[in-house]
């Protein structure tokens, strides 16, 4: 007995839809006629034919389905990509090229596909290589040279490894070289971790693709948690117990991306094993990530135009900052956001246009009532005037909606209709030097700042002048304004022209680090490369030396970091801030740090006065509130204890904001069980939110109730 598949492609089939018979129908027609009683059709649909043969020689069958192929449809031999005791398949690369993900139905090679991906270079090249010698391997029926190949990704979350590997199996599919499981061709795995199959380990994984039924799957296996050189020795059994399955999968091993000597490294390990091929994936860069939006935008005929771009970079730092960006991903769902704005922009000026209208006609009925005791001629000539008005106003409308269309058919994308896209874009409604003024106890950096700003101002005149290294260390405990004032530095910077472009990149200091031996410097690089033209800041610089992130990963950190540091003084400004004590041992231990970093900034605690104010600021800025609430406020402030504020457990304006936070709070629940809609804060709300232990404990015994 002998099972059979027959597999078209669902883009050709469309266009035989209006044929007097499917294809499909055509097929099972010729075999009946062929086979006769001995053919039974198992299942059918326009796009598969499944039938068995009760007799019948595998090498006469093919070749009597290829002939009516080749009668029926004018195509080309069939490759018979899978052959069993009892199967076997046929697909037909003419027809499968639009299987590929994105391919259209009429390209020639599924190779075009791969212009339109963004990055994956080293991918790419791989993908070319392979299709350049399918044909011999087809011509010799050497698929195992294919087949026996497996592969590292070097390639961060977010850089598209799931699409990547779906690509490559509908690549492979199209090329004819592996017959890789229909319904899920894709399995991943992460060693050492547990996972809704039941992979936690290299046995379970051993054992698990053992008793796997549907087989025939490219096979990606996480193999992080074991590239460590005590773990590598758990790796190498791995991979040994990997080789008798190598006929059924074609195995792909995922790590971070990490520097080549290490990736080299890796890889001579698993290729004393396994037959290689090594791709590694780059961080996306700015210009590729915006090439990914603009190709996103433009699949649903939308466009930014050229200043949107600002918000656009500002929203992708933003989602840079904490550490946590999944690259195209990131991209996509901005992308989505960006069209959500959009469309709230188009219906607010709906909305707009129609009520304008509205109020218009409005305006012309009684225009014609006052008018009612003239003339009809004079009615009929006025309605005729104000008739060819509109008609003109339409004109114009249309010419200017025509105009505001590009070229390219694409619907052009305002900045102001994706303000909101970004919460830290700067539309320099206030300058930079504004915004600190608005501080409190800031007059004194504030100077500081002034004066740096006219130094390298002077030195961009006089090219005589060396340019001075702009690197700096913001010292001062946590809550004092370092990060507030490295925000507002970097645009101060891009207005005076001595940035690009003045984002502000966030980082603790552990986010440097790699998690595996070679991922640091190659992170690190990348955090800087973002920041170009920018500011980063190092929150907690002090544990890049100190044992606190893996001594051996913080100075390999804080290497790459001198060294980008060094080779972009001019376009990059890096902040590192923390305890001055613990600044002083940073540069202490490292002397080209501090001759990289002239400029140090002291940041000193609020005083007791100065909380208040800090305090009575959030609050007139967002809610109205009763006269005795700011002595209500001085009175808790001063009965502080001074110790407790001069102790590094001390967050300043952190702890005057949680206060603030908790005393609206407390004041809009009030607010709502009265049922008032607007919300004043009074000092029952600040008492009742300054009682609470965490607030509370931190008062002097003897003044404990002295400020109710």
């Not at 039924?213 to 590239?227: H, K, M, P, Q, S």
């Not at 074609?250 to 791709?279: H, M, N, Q, V």
């Not at 709070?665 to 049922?675: E, F, H, T, V, Y």
């Amino acid at each position: 007995m002998l099972d059979g598949k027959i597999e078209f492609d669902q883009a050709w089939l469309l266009n035989r839809r209006n044929d007097e018979k499917l294809p499909v129908e055509i097929i099972k027609s010729r075999l009946e006629s062929l086979f006769g009683s001995s053919l039974k059709v198992d299942h059918e649909d326009y796009a598969l034919l499944s039938f068995t043969l009760e007799t019948g020689a595998v090498e006469q069958t093919a070749q009597k389905i290829n002939s009516v192929l080749q009668e029926e449809f004018s195509l080309n031999d069939g490759r018979q990509i899978h052959d069993s005791a009892n199967s076997v398949y046929y697909v037909y690369p003419e027809l499968m090229l639009a299987m590929t993900a994105g391919l259209k139905s009429d390209e020639a090679s599924p190779l075009s596909y791969f212009d339109t991906l963004v990055g994956w270079d080293e991918f790419k090249k791989l993908c070319r290589e392979i299709a350049s010698v399918a044909p011999q391997i087809r011509s010799h029926n050497t698929q195992i040279s294919f087949q026996h190949q497996n592969y590292l990704f070097s390639v961060n979350d977010g850089a598209g490894l799931t699409t990547m590997l779906n690509t490559f199996t509908d690549f492979i599919t199209a090329l004819d070289l592996f017959p890789f499981y229909r319904e899920d061709p894709v399995k991943e795995i992460k060693l050492g971790m547990h996972t809704e199959d039941g992979f936690t380990s290299p046995f379970d994984t051993i054992t698990a693709l053992g008793k796997l039924e549907n087989r025939n799957r490219l096979v990606c296996i996480d193999i992080r948690a074991f590239t460590e050189r005590p773990r590598l020795g758990d790796l190498k059994a791995f991979l040994r117990q990997l080789i008798p399955l190598e006929s059924d999968y074609i195995f792909a091993f995922r790590i971070s991306y990490i520097e080549p000597t290490a990736l080299k490294a890796l890889s001579d390990t698993i290729s004393d094993i396994l037959y290689l091929r090594t791709i590694a994936v780059p961080p996306y860069t700015n210009e590729q990530l915006k090439q990914g939006a603009v190709l996103a935008l433009a699949d649903y005929s939308f466009s930014l135009s050229d200043d949107a771009w600002d918000v656009f970079f500002s929203r992708i730092a933003e989602e840079k900052s904490d550490g946590r960006f999944y690259g195209m991903q990131s991209v996509r769902k901005i992308v989505c956001e960006i069209l959500w704005l959009k469309h709230l922009a188009d219906a607010a000026a709906a909305e707009a246009n129609e009520t304008e209208a509205a109020a218009a006609e409005a305006n012309e009925t009684e225009t014609a009532a006052a008018e009612a005791n003239e003339t009809e001629a004079a009615a009929e000539e006025a309605a005729e005037e104000n008739a060819e008005e509109r008609a003109e106003e339409g004109a114009v409308e249309d010419e200017s909606s025509a105009f505001e269309e590009p070229s390219s058919g694409l619907t052009v994308i305002s900045k102001a209709d994706i303000m909101g896209l970004s919460a830290t874009y700067n539309e320099n409604k206030q300058s930079g030097f504004d915004k600190l003024a608005e501080l409190i106890g800031m007059e004194a950096i504030t100077e500081r700042i002034r004066e740096i700003v006219s130094q390298v101002k002077y030195s961009l005149k006089d090219s005589s002048i060396d340019r001075p290294t702009l690197h700096m260390r913001f010292t001062g405990a946590p809550g004092t304004g370092k990060t507030t004032v490295a925000r507002i530095l970097g645009q101060i910077f891009a207005e005076n022209g001595i940035l690009r472009n003045g984002y502000f990149f966030e980082y603790m200091s552990r986010d440097l680090c790699g998690e595996y031996v070679g991922q640091t410097s190659p992170k690190t690089a990348s955090i800087c490369r973002d920041a170009y033209g920018s500011v980063l800041f190092i929150d907690e610089a002090y544990a890049l030396y100190s044992g606190e992130s893996n001594n051996d990963y913080g100075k390999e950190a804080l290497a790459t970091l001198i060294s980008e540091m060094e080779n972009h003084r001019d376009d990059m400004v890096v902040i590192m801030a923390g305890y001055k004590g613990d600044m002083d041992k940073l540069m202490e231990g490292n002397a080209g740090l501090r001759s990289r970093m002239p400029y140090q900034i002291d940041f000193p605690s609020y005083t007791k006065k100065q909380l208040t104010e800090i305090f009575m600021l959030m609050v007139r800025k967002h809610f109205a509130y009763n006269p005795e609430l700011e002595q209500t406020a001085a009175n808790f402030f001063d009965s502080l204890d001074q110790a407790y504020i001069d102790s590094q457990d001390f967050a300043n304006a952190r702890f005057v904001r949680n206060l603030y936070e908790r005393t609206w709070s407390k004041a809009a629940i009030r607010s709502q069980m009265d049922g008032l809609d607007i919300v004043r804060i009074t000092s029952d709300d600040f008492r009742a939110a300054a009682s609470e232990g965490e607030f509370s404990e931190k008062l002097m015994t003897k003044h404990t109730l002295g400020f109710i």
